[in-house]
């Protein structure tokens, strides 16, 4: 059961001000919907929650059941229960996928796991995510596609059980049956424990499968709107414009790719029929 406050927070990276202020409640077994154009600063409130030591936190506070989660080090922000399923993952050449995960499980427990039950439980969650177990052997994500290292992230969330999953684009790349994979886990998961999600996408096919309990838009570096799911509608019908004429805010960056329709939505509700 853990409650994350951010408040006020300013974040700079290279010493340019990218977060100016986000004030976000994530509260147990709540699934926020982060969304937003591109280039506005979703991935780095991810990354200044986790502890990437390229974001520099210059106000503002983050904090975890009314611990401060800014005095920690990125791992014992892992171990009290945060998680990011990163937008992009490295490619770690030398550290064998397995290996990786049993030391990220045996990290956060006082004695070590024991083989078998780790090749068990690996081995569910590797069907769940229709791996294969030879991929476990391989070198962390390196060659792996874009779909499967993005289905590896969500292996290594289920065997984590974090408290507080962060997803950042976890649906790009997948096919559209690793989608329903991916989706069917974060749904197992919102319906047998507290869990708390903030799950970042450009598509609202993701958000139809998983249901938000509520969206937060951010722009130009703040959270501008919150709400429940007909903000996903009505940026997917009609992007962000919207907002700005609604709010009166000016929005700087000029990419609008995020308006388009995409193939796979069509695709999914298709899968999704059946
Ligand atoms: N490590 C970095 N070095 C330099 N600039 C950075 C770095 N990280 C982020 N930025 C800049 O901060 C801004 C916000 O980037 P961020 O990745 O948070 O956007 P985003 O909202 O996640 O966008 P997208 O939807 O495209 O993923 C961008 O202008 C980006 O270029
Ligand atoms: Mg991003």
Redesign the pocket.
């Known amino acids: 059961m853990k409650e994350l406050i951010i408040k006020n927070l300013h974040v700079s990276?290279?010493d340019?001000e990218?977060?100016k202020g986000v004030n976000l409640t994530i509260k147990p077994h709540e699934t926020l919907a982060l969304v937003?154009?591109?280039?506005?600063?979703?991935?780095?409130?991810?990354?200044a929650i986790m502890g990437?030591p390229?974001?520099k936190i210059t106000e503002g506070s983050i904090t975890l059941d009314g611990e401060d989660v800014l005095k920690m080090t990125v791992d014992e922000r892992s171990k009290k229960g945060i998680f990011l399923g990163m937008?992009y993952p490295s490619e770690v050449p030398g550290v064998v996928n397995a290996d990786f995960l049993k030391a990220a499980i045996n990290a956060r427990r006082d004695t070590p796991i024991k083989l078998f039950e780790f090749y068990r439980s690996l081995e569910s969650a590797s069907k769940k995510m229709n791996i294969s177990m030879d991929m476990s052997q391989r070198f962390l994500n390196e060659g792996f596609s874009g779909g499967e290292k993005k289905r590896n992230e969500i292996l290594q969330m289920l065997l984590l059980k974090p408290d507080l999953a962060m997803l950042?684009?976890i649906d790009s790349g997948l096919d559209v049956d690793a989608l329903v994979s991916v989706s069917d886990a974060i749904k197992e998961m919102q319906e047998t424990t507290q869990m708390s999600f903030i799950v970042?996408s450009?598509y609202a096919r993701l958000y139809h499968l998983i249901k938000p309990t509520h969206v937060a838009v951010?722009i130009n570096?703040k959270i501008a709107l919150e709400g429940g799911f007909e903000i996903i509608d009505k940026i997917d019908r009609q992007g962000y414009e919207w907002i700005k004429y609604e709010l009166g805010i000016e929005i700087s960056?000029e990419?609008k790719t995020?308006n388009q329709v995409s193939i796979g939505a069509c695709a999914t509700k298709e899968v999704l029929k059946k």
């Not at 937003?36 to 990354?47: C, M, P």
Request: glycine share 14%.
């Open positions: 990276v290279e340019k990218i977060l937003g154009q591109n280039g506005h600063g979703k991935s780095t409130l991810l990354a990437n390229k974001y937008q950042d684009e970042i450009h951010m570096g960056k990419d995020m």
